[in-house]
């Protein structure tokens, strides 16, 4: 499997520090996203970063990718309460193949 | 949100059991996909949709069938419920336009306890 793996699985910080998460894979990839996924709710979307691509915003998250070493980070910059989630990275396999996602990371930021 | 809806949220059954859960979007998108979510494993595919009638495995497709008859919607199969197969499962779709790779949009998913 290609399956991504998320590092750390678990990180804990306070309001308003940033957040960083970091995602490893193992095959060549289309491209690389990550989701976010509330306690007892379905995964929701964050962003895609395509394999030609080496750094993408939106609003306060912050992807990198770097294919050479076949690694991804997720930056949360100002970190709230409301980010308390898990986060999940997911690949392709660099063809026509369904998203495999990793294991995640849950992150806690207490108030 | 997308217009994703599974049913039923939550299930209690007996080993040996059929169960069906049942994904019905209202996007029209081409992919649908079912994936289990177990502690330690993260989310697994189990089976996929490309098409009306066009279905494939995923990683972990033993003892689930699956069947789409109709664009807005993907059935999972249990044919005979066992206590491994206790898990929250999620529904996904995704449009055409990226292939297989693209953007998932996912149900909020259906609890089975398989006791």
């Known amino acids: 499997s290609q399956q991504g793996e998320e590092d750390p ?19 060549s990839i ?3 996203q990550w989701y976010r996924q509330n306690s007892g709710r379905g995964l929701v979307h964050l962003i895609l970063i ?9 609003g306060r998250l912050r992807v990198t990718l770097d294919t050479s070493k076949k690694s991804s980070s997720l930056l949360i910059t100002a970190s709230r ?8 990275c997911a690949t ?11 294991k995640g990371t849950r992150l806690s930021v207490i108030a | 949100d997308a217009g994703i809806t599974q049913s039923p949220r939550h299930k209690v059954t007996e080993t040996g059991t059929p169960v069906t859960l049942r994904c019905h979007q209202t996007e029209n998108h081409r992919y649908m996909y079912w994936y289990r979510q177990d502690p330690g494993h993260g989310l697994r595919l189990i089976h996929y ?19 789409r008859s109709k664009t807005e919607d993907f059935l999972l199969t249990l044919e005979s419920a066992t206590s491994s197969q206790t898990s929250v499962y999620f ?9 297989l790779s693209g953007e998932l949009f996912f149900g909020e998913g259906s609890r089975l306890t398989v006791l």
Request: charged share 25%.
């Open chain 2, 49 to 67: 949709s490309y098409g009306v009638k066009d279905t494939d495995k995923g990683e972990v497709s033993d003892g689930y069938s699956v069947s």
């Open chain 2, 91 to 99: 529904c996904a779709i995704s449009e055409a336009t990226r292939g």
């Open chain 1, 9 to 27: 699985q678990a990180l804990s910080i306070q309001e308003g520090e940033n957040a960083t998460m970091n995602c490893s894979y193992k095959t």
């Open chain 1, 50 to 58: 395509r394999s030609n691509e080496r750094e993408k915003h939106s």
């Open chain 1, 92 to 102: 392709d396999g660099g063809g026509n193949t369904p998203l495999v996602f990793g």
């Open chain 1, 81 to 88: 309460a409301a980010d308390t989630a898990s986060y999940f």
């Open chain 1, 30 to 32: 289309n491209n690389l």
